[in-house]
Each structure stands twice: as C-alpha cells, then as structure tokens.
C-alpha cells in the first residue's frame, strides 16, 4: 500500500472516530465497472451481515455504483472492509 493511501485511510478512521458513535450503521460506497461478477464478488463480502445492498448502473449503464448500509463495530472495522474490497476486486472505486 503506497503513503497515500495509507494516510487515505488514517484521515477516514480519525474522522469516524470524530463523527460516529460505535457501533454505528455506515454506508458503503463503491463504484465498479458494469461486470456482474464483480458486483457479486463485492456482496459477498458483505454476506451474512444483515447488510442492505443496492445496486444502480449508471445512464449509459457502464458502471454501477454499490451501496451497502451495514451496522459496524469500529472505524477500524470500516476500514478493513473498504481495503478487502480494494484489494480483491480490480476497478473498484471506492468513495
């Protein structure tokens, strides 16, 4: 992982630390090129979570952008779900 990303992320925990009180529910945002594969891959990350996914293609249809409403522990948490994503799916933006 490069310092910038890394730094990415330490600014996102301190913000979550700052803003929520944990447990809180949090929303998941990713961005993935239209590829259904893909987007089941990104699901089943969050599978047997009690998570609310919704899916939505973009106007021309090629990208759909995920959205996961899922109730965490941590920011720490937080973060280890948006690297597994990261890491494991090419194309992946996550926001």
Do not use: C
């Amino acid at each position: 992982m490069n310092s910038k990303t890394e730094e990415f992320y330490k600014k996102l925990e301190q913000r979550l630390e700052e803003t929520s009180a944990w447990p809180s529910e949090y929303i998941f945002k990713f961005i993935v090129p239209t590829d259904q594969e893909k987007i089941n891959k990104i699901s089943e990350f969050f599978n047997h979570t009690g998570a609310v996914i919704k899916t939505k293609k973009s106007s021309k249809g090629k990208y759909t952008s995920v959205s996961i409403r899922l109730t965490m522990k941590s920011p720490e948490s937080v973060i280890q779900k948006y690297k597994l994503v990261g890491y494991q799916i090419e194309g992946v933006i996550s926001l």
